[in-house]
């Protein structure tokens, strides 16, 4: 079946606009994750939905990020007033459950002139 | 506290040489789940293996091996005979009671040839 997938898989946009990415998870995982990835750097966890919930919303690194799950499938991350620092590749992941190994789309790169 | 310790920033050997990725995790809870992710240079993160806390068992599956040892909170891994296309960058995560993913810095591997 599908993987996880993501879109767009390239954005560049000017400092202070709004994106929205798309994820589109593997059919029947409960579990989604998305994590932000700067150049050359580890994995930043954002945010967990369980379902459509986000029990863990602790990784949102300011109040101009901001996620949701509908329909226990697809997720949009939003970030607003975009800032230079915003720049990375923003990854998606599904899994069975919680405990499950995760999926992990093939990211989109946010570029913020 | 929770946390990941990859303590290799970047290692680099010859090809068929023995290379050995170090974890360390911390956790106070008695169930968790570890897992080794890989990120070759095209940048989709790949699942490697997943254990659990009460599978102290040493893996095996084909030149690459996993030591877990709860005495020490280690969960190394080990790749026998390297070959150029294991040049990646490791990641060593762990899942706690709380389900929050916690990620290490990652291992850059260099394998020359």
């Known amino acids: 079946g599908a993987g996880v997938s993501q879109s767009p898989s390239n954005k560049v946009t000017e400092k202070g606009k709004d994106v929205e990415l798309r994820c589109d998870p593997i059919?029947?995982?409960?579990?989604l994750y998305w994590y932000r990835q700067s150049l050359g750097q580890g994995l930043e966890f954002l945010i967990y939905f369980q379902g459509n919930s986000a029990p863990d919303k602790s990784g949102l690194p300011s109040d101009r990020f901001s996620a949701e799950r509908t329909g226990g499938s697809v997720s949009t991350l939003t970030i607003q007033r975009t800032q230079q620092e915003d720049s990375a590749v923003y990854l998606c992941?599904?899994?069975?459950?919680?405990?499950?190994?995760?999926?992990f789309g093939p990211g989109t790169r946010l570029t913020v002139t | 506290a929770q946390k990941v310790t990859q303590a290799q920033t970047e290692i680099s050997v010859v090809e068929k040489e023995d290379v050995t990725l170090d974890c360390v995790y911390e956790t106070r809870d008695t169930t968790y789940y570890l897992f080794w992710y890989k990120q070759p240079p095209s940048g989709e993160l790949v699942f490697l293996i997943r254990r659990n806390s009460f599978d102290e068992q040493n893996e095996i599956s084909g030149r690459y091996s996993w030591n877990f040892q709860k005495s020490t909170s280690s969960f190394n891994f080990t790749i026998t005979a390297s070959q150029v296309v294991d040049s990646a960058v490791y990641f060593c995560?762990?899942?706690?009671?709380?389900?929050?993913?916690?990620w290490g810095a990652g291992t850059k591997l260099i394998i020359k040839p």
């Open positions: 059919s029947g995982h409960t579990a």
């Open positions: 992941a599904s899994s069975q459950d919680r405990d499950s190994r995760q999926y």
């Open positions: 995560a762990l899942i706690p009671s709380n389900y929050q993913l916690i």
